[in-house]
């Protein structure tokens, strides 16, 4: 036997159950995956099993992972007083056909631990030092079972995300598991800034009260020069947008240099907002490949007086999106979060992305439509806007968060809803998600038949439309109908708009409806001039010509 194995009793435990459960070493193979050459190591006690592999054993032969290593005499036993004063609370999701509940807790509690076996360290420990400790183990289904754990706050750092993902990204080592929630204490969440801005400043900003925002995301951007790219935007502003925006694929290319981006822009941005004497805004993607650029091109966006970055948190990752959004508090810039949540390593839940975002700092965090999809599809978007703006969010399971959070005195960011909207949906939309939130309209504001500004014309007067019916004490959901129709009248934009699209269809990047069969070109989406058919945004006045059914 090798005497440079960690495991020095390894090999005969496994032979003991091998004969207890009347095995061959190429029976247990085929039932653990395990290949017959590691375990012939394994038996003659050569080498060093991963951990991996001792947790397929203790499956197998149902006995917990201690088993493979038992103590030694000379250890001391490490004690486990408690979790701490204010433990931070976690729920996993574990899917196993072959453990019980106490196993599966134990399986947890190793890998969160970072030790499946005894280790001399322990013997050093100090015995007052608060441990990581398994609150309930319950069964969800069919081979699956929550697991909900206490993470001691004295062992994360404060102010750090990076910190807690660790703490978290351990438990799920070699186990498999989901992360489904997450609680911080008060404690911890008091050293985290939060949104610079948040939903009272965004509204002080832009000078709008009573009604979401509008915000569209400019695509296509490739193929188009800088100068008619920044021409797309100055259309969606003037025409009644408060925000355009970057999509997240569009950084810097020979045909788009992000300076030559940024200075048209700019141009756009301030020329729309002096003709139509409100405060306009453009995010602009400052996304580069290491964190020094992207403040190299924040700061070059702040002397053009471009107070809106961009960031996809997904693609430059959460230190980056914690280090860009302290960047913007210091320089009192905006920060809009925005992307494919999806390719986050760790696979979590849509909701606690946004808790994360919130605690960070991001203003402007970008959500599904709470429109779209089935009954718990829609739970989990309200689940979502509430971590995004309350100050006290209960558990509530049917929205997907299982797990209480308190905010207290933390800034709330502004939810940001996108989908393919187009003003069919605004009614049922506002009726969802409320005044704190700003509408994603790029869509069908790009797609419109008579260009750009007139689509944004279109969105902005169904919005004013439905606020007013709203105060009037209409049922949103139920007079969607009637008062898109009744707003059309006064509004040619509006009209075409409606007739374009289709009732409760979504829109996806630049479609056409059905009445328009031609291939969309860069023409028919940004025209060379203005059309005549459109207007500057006006609240429509009623006549009395007007007003009859």
């Known amino acids: ?29 085929r039932q653990s995956g395990i290949s017959v050459a590691t375990l012939s190591r394994m038996l003659s006690g050569q080498g060093n099993p991963t951990f991996e592999n001792i947790c397929r054993l203790a499956h197998i032969f149902s006995v917990p992972l201690s088993h493979f290593a038992p103590t030694t005499p000379d250890e001391k036993p490490t004690q486990s007083p408690s979790t701490g004063r204010d433990p931070l609370l976690a729920m996993f999701e574990v899917t196993s056909p072959d453990l019980t509940e106490k196993q599966v807790a134990n399986l947890m509690l190793s890998a969160a631990r970072g030790r499946s076996m005894p280790s001399w360290l322990g013997a050093y420990a100090a015995p007052d030092t608060p441990q990581i400790e398994v609150i309930s183990s319950t069964p969800a289904g069919p081979q699956r079972f929550h697991v909900t754990m206490a993470f001691p706050s004295e062992h994360i750092e404060a102010g750090s995300l990076s910190s807690i993902l660790s703490m978290l990204s351990a438990a799920l080592t070699g186990t498999h598991a989901q992360v489904l929630d997450v609680t911080l204490p008060t404690s911890l969440l008091r050293t985290f800034n939060g949104p610079a801005f948040g939903v009272r400043g965004l509204r002080d900003t832009f000078n709008k009260h009573g009604r979401p925002l509008l915000m569209a995301s400019l695509r296509p951007s490739t193929g188009l020069s800088p100068k008619m790219y920044a021409r797309s935007a100055f259309e969606c502003l003037l ?56 403040q190299e091109r924040a700061l070059w966006a702040k002397d053009l007086d471009m107070a809106t970055l961009l960031v996809d948190p997904s693609v430059i990752g959460w230190s980056a999106t914690a280090s860009m959004a302290k960047w913007a508090r210091n320089n009192d810039m905006l920060l809009v979060a925005t992307g494919s949540r999806p390719l986050f390593g760790l696979h979590l839940p849509e909701h606690l992305q946004a808790k994360f975002l919130r605690l960070i700092g991001a203003d402007i965090v970008s959500t599904a439509s709470p429109l779209r999809g089935n009954v718990s599809g829609r739970r989990l978007v309200t689940g979502t806007l509430a971590h995004l703006r309350d100050k006290e969010v209960p558990a509530n399971p049917e929205e997907h968060h299982p797990l209480p959070q308190i905010y207290g005195g933390l800034t709330g960011s502004m939810p940001a809803p996108g989908g393919g909207h187009n003003p069919w949906h605004f009614p049922r939309l506002a009726d969802a998600v409320g005044d704190d939130a700003i509408l994603q309209v790029g ?25 007013q019916a709203r105060n009037e004490g209409h049922t949103l959901s139920v007079d ?3 008062i898109l129709q009744r707003a059309a009248k006064f509004s040619p934009e509006l009209k075409e708009s409606l007739r374009h699209f289709q009732e409760g269809s979504f829109q996806f990047g630049v479609i056409h409806g059905s009445g328009d069969k031609n291939t969309p070109t860069e023409g028919t989406v940004i025209p060379p001039k203005p059309s005549d058919n459109v207007t500057l945004f006006r609240r429509p006045e009623p006549t009395p010509e007007n007003d009859t059914e």
């Open 1 to 29: 036997m090798s005497e440079n194995t960690a495991f020095p009793h390894l090999a005969p435990t496994l032979k003991k159950l091998l004969e207890a459960h009347n095995l061959t070493a190429s029976e247990l193979s």
């Open 443 to 467: 869509a069908s504001t790009i797609s419109h038949p008579w260009g750009s500004a007139a689509g944004a014309t279109a969105a902005r007067t169904a919005l004013e439309a439905t606020i």
């Open 239 to 294: 025409g009644g947008l408060d925000i355009t925006a970057d999509p997240a694929q569009l950084t810097h290319t020979p045909a788009m240099p992000w300076r030559e981006r940024f200075r048209f822009l700019a141009e756009a941005t301030l020329t729309a907002g002096q003709q139509t004497v409100e405060y306009k805004a453009h995010a602009l993607n400052i996304m580069a490949g290491t964190v020094e650029e992207m």
């Open 480 to 482: 969607n109908r009637t």
